[in-house]
């Protein structure tokens, strides 16, 4: 596949670049460079094209870019104030206890 030919890549994947590159340029980053981004974050998560002839055909990656939700989210709960985290918790708990009392699973 030529360098910048997206003829490889999926729809889906064509989405994701632009979901991307949009965070990237309501940040500051130029279009271009907003662009080169992007398609090496679904680079580094899917390994290039997923159709046939792409380098990422039929090869799982485990998704590396999509990890750092958790970490982020980790550092935002920090920043609140412990009751704030305290009160969130006895809502989650509460909440999970009346789920289990009409027969609903959170993990289902």
């Known amino acids: 596949m030529p360098r910048g030919d997206k003829s490889r890549y999926t729809d889906k994947q064509d989405r994701k670049a632009d979901h991307i590159a949009e965070g990237y340029k309501d940040r500051g ?5 907003a662009e080169s981004r992007a398609w090496a974050t679904v680079n580094k998560d899917d390994g290039g094209g997923k159709h046939p002839g792409g380098s990422g055909r039929g ?50």
């Open 29 to 33: 980053v130029s279009a271009r460079e």
């Open 59 to 108: 090869q799982d990656t485990g998704h590396p870019a999509a990890h750092k939700g958790g970490a982020k989210g980790g550092q935002a709960s920090a920043r609140r104030p412990a009751a704030e985290r305290s009160a969130s918790a006895k809502k989650a708990a509460a909440t999970r206890k009346q789920n289990a009392q009409h027969g609903r699973h959170a993990d289902q």
